[in-house]
């Protein structure tokens, strides 16, 4: 059985196809912002799947993957209620972000519990499933890319720059100090969040780092153990075949 997964976030969407294995297939993607049945038709035209499960944070494109899928497929919406394999110790579980969902219970199935999932997206979200494994809060903080557009678009004099390895703390330019700000201070962002979480769960947990920037910053901050870029796509595989199989 083909079953298409969708990973629907605020600044991509990706595809991927998921058949009989632990393995993915064919993943690509769209920009959310272009989500529309014209560039769905376009993009999926003979694809060949037997069911879809789609993850969404964002309601207005979601309801136009909903409508164009389920003219083509079966499908299954990532909610609290899906059968997850964790428990969720939280107020109001139906709060939680499809994506926040899908880490959890990627993480778990790929490498354990107790841990912690850092997903450095459009913000970068610490999600904490403890021993038993149960889904039991997290962090949210601007992402990487958020904050360096917003110092480019609120200061007149301060330059755009790539996002990469600074080469020393101290910047020998505009751009070389605004980097080593961005890249230096945001894994100490990482580190420090990551130190009050392992006190207040006081257990040994893991950390697995997943999106867009999570290895260049995982690189610099020894307290990752692991950097998994497709974690959250793995996580919807394994809700789909409860789901479908």
């Known amino acids: 059985m083909k079953i298409l997964l969708v990973d629907n976030s605020n600044t991509r969407t990706k595809f991927t196809l998921a058949e009989g294995s ?3 297939s064919g993943t690509f993607w769209i920009p959310t912002r272009e989500i529309s049945p014209e560039s769905l ?5 003979g694809l060949d799947f037997d069911a879809a499960l789609i993850c969404s944070v964002v309601p207005e494109k979601r309801a136009i993957l909903e409508a164009f899928l389920s003219s083509l497929a079966p499908i299954h919406l990532l909610t609290h209620e899906s059968p997850l394999g964790l428990a969720l110790d939280y107020p109001k579980p139906a709060s939680i972000g499809a ?3 899908a880490n959890a219970v990627g993480v778990v199935a790929r490498h354990g519990s107790p841990a912690v999932v850092i997903d450095f997206g459009t913000a970068v979200t610490f999600d904490v499933i403890s021993a038993a494994p149960a889904y039991c809060g997290g962090v949210i903080a601007p992402g990487l890319g958020a904050m360096t557009e917003y110092l480019g678009r609120r200061t007149a004099l301060l330059p755009t720059f790539e996002l990469a390895e600074p080469p020393a703390a101290i910047g020998k330019s505009t751009a070389g100090a605004m980097q080593s700000g961005a890249v230096i201070g945001y894994r100490g962002l990482v580190k420090e969040i990551l ?3 392992r006190r207040e769960l006081g257990e040994d947990i893991h950390a697995v780092a997943t999106g867009g920037d999570a290895a260049l910053i ?3 901050v020894q307290e990752i153990e692991h950097v998994d870029p497709d974690l959250t796509l793995h996580g919807l595989r394994i809700v789909a075949e409860e789901v479908f199989l």
């Open 195 to 197: 130190a009050e979480i």
């Open 218 to 220: 995982a690189r610099g």
């Open 99 to 101: 994506d926040r969902l």
């Open 22 to 24: 632990k393995e993915l």
């Open 41 to 45: 038709s376009e993009k999926l035209a």
